[in-house]
């Protein structure tokens, strides 16, 4: 029974907040700010990129871009796999080591 009071409470307390409230009003000449906003509008430069970028032809068109890029690069990586592959047993390979080696003098 104590928790259906206090719940009371707080209710009135909550209805009893608003009795002081005024209605909310506007500036003068709101709407006729807001009209003459909308009329008189700046496109910036962001808004041009983003109206440009989203037609239709340009996004397919960057997708084809994107996804020949992924091409590229996944052809490139089995190249090099298989170029590693068949250097390993390269035996004219010449290093640093064996280039400068000064035992190997010839005349």
């Given at each position: 029974?104590?928790?259906?009071?206090?719940?009371?409470?707080?209710?009135?307390a909550?209805?009893n907040?608003?009795?002081?409230m005024?209605?909310?009003?506007?500036k003068?000449?709101l709407?006729?700010?807001?009209h003459?906003?909308?009329?008189?509008?700046?496109v910036?430069?962001?808004?041009?990129?983003v109206?440009?970028?989203?037609?239709?032809?340009?996004?397919?068109?960057?997708?084809l871009?994107?996804?020949a890029?992924?091409?590229?690069?996944?052809?490139?990586?089995?190249?090099?796999?298989?170029?590693?592959?068949?250097?390993?047993?390269?035996?004219?390979?010449y290093?640093?080591?064996?280039?400068?080696?000064?035992?190997?003098?010839?005349?």
């Amino acid at each position: 029974m104590q928790n259906n009071d206090r719940i009371q409470q707080q209710v009135d307390a909550a209805l009893n907040s608003i009795e002081g409230m005024e209605p909310a009003t506007p500036k003068p000449y709101l709407l006729t700010r807001i009209h003459a906003r909308m009329n008189t509008r700046d496109v910036t430069v962001w808004e041009k990129a983003v109206w440009f970028l989203s037609r239709p032809v340009v996004a397919i068109v960057l997708c084809l871009v994107i996804v020949a890029n992924m091409m590229v690069v996944v052809s490139n990586q089995s190249r090099q796999s298989n170029v590693a592959a068949t250097s390993q047993g390269d035996d004219f390979s010449y290093t640093v080591a064996t280039i400068y080696d000064s035992e190997n003098v010839q005349p």
